[in-house]
């Protein structure tokens, strides 16, 4: 159950858009497309943002959208808001009734 | 609105015990699976356990199979994590987390959070 690998950090200006990625194996992200993303702000509990690789909970904007590519997810923000900034998590189904997270990515908004 | 209230944390040494528990309202309790996710100081999530709705499943990371416990008990919408042997490496705040399916499946998503309570293990 090795993380899932992520970017430390990206930046954006507003407006702009921004992509994290999300690299597994043939074993979580590329197996399965239950891929999911998490926002988590400073001290405050995370929040779901994406689910089923590309599908919005509802009230996420659609600024947010997800992808998959092989064993590479990735998540777009689109029209970049200064309450974007904030840390991201992917999150894989791994098989075997076990998940896997990425080690997140800090996205900063200039 | 969902609310999700964990409680139960704090300073235990290494090779104790403790116990979680996540008070649950807002929703019918029984009818979601649960988790525990946790996050060491500065670091990223990790997957701790999951439970189906009546209970009757449950699921563990690697890390902490053969250590820890998740139950719950639907009359008091409460879910527990039960820890023993604890490792400096469990240090982390624990958050509880809804699933929106009754069972867990593949498409395990963690739609609501609590606020965490954090565990510290240490002599």
């Known amino acids: 159950q090795s993380a899932l690998t992520q970017p430390r950090s990206v930046s954006g200006s507003p407006g702009q858009s921004v992509t994290i990625s999300c690299s597994g194996t043939s074993s979580d992200v590329g197996g399965y497309n239950y891929v999911s993303w998490y926002r988590q702000h400073p001290g405050k509990a995370p929040k779901l943002m994406i689910y089923d690789v590309s599908k919005r909970p509802s009230g996420v904007p659609d600024r947010f959208s997800g992808s998959k590519s092989g064993n590479t997810a990735s998540l777009t923000i689109s029209g970049l808001q200064a309450e974007d900034e904030a840390d991201y998590y992917c999150?894989?189904?791994?098989?075997?009734?076990?998940?896997?997270f990425g080690g997140g990515t800090k996205l900063t908004v200039l | 609105e969902v609310q999700l209230l964990e409680s139960g944390g704090g300073l235990v040494q290494p090779g104790g015990s403790l116990r979680l528990s996540c008070a649950a309202s807002g929703f019918t309790f029984s009818s979601y699976a649960m988790s525990w996710v946790r996050q060491a100081p500065g670091k990223g999530l990790e997957w701790v356990s999951s439970?189906?709705?009546?209970?009757?499943?449950?699921y563990y990371a690697d890390s902490v199979k053969g250590r820890f416990t998740i139950s719950r008990d639907n009359s008091k919408d409460t879910l527990y994590l039960q820890m023993n042997s604890l490792r400096a490496e469990d240090t982390a705040v624990y958050y509880c987390a809804r699933d929106p399916a009754v069972v867990v499946v593949a498409a395990t998503v963690f739609d609501y959070w609590g606020q965490g309570t954090l565990v510290t293990v240490s002599s």
């Open positions: 999150c894989s189904y791994a098989g075997s009734y076990t998940w896997v």
């Open positions: 439970i189906s709705g009546s209970g009757d499943s449950t």
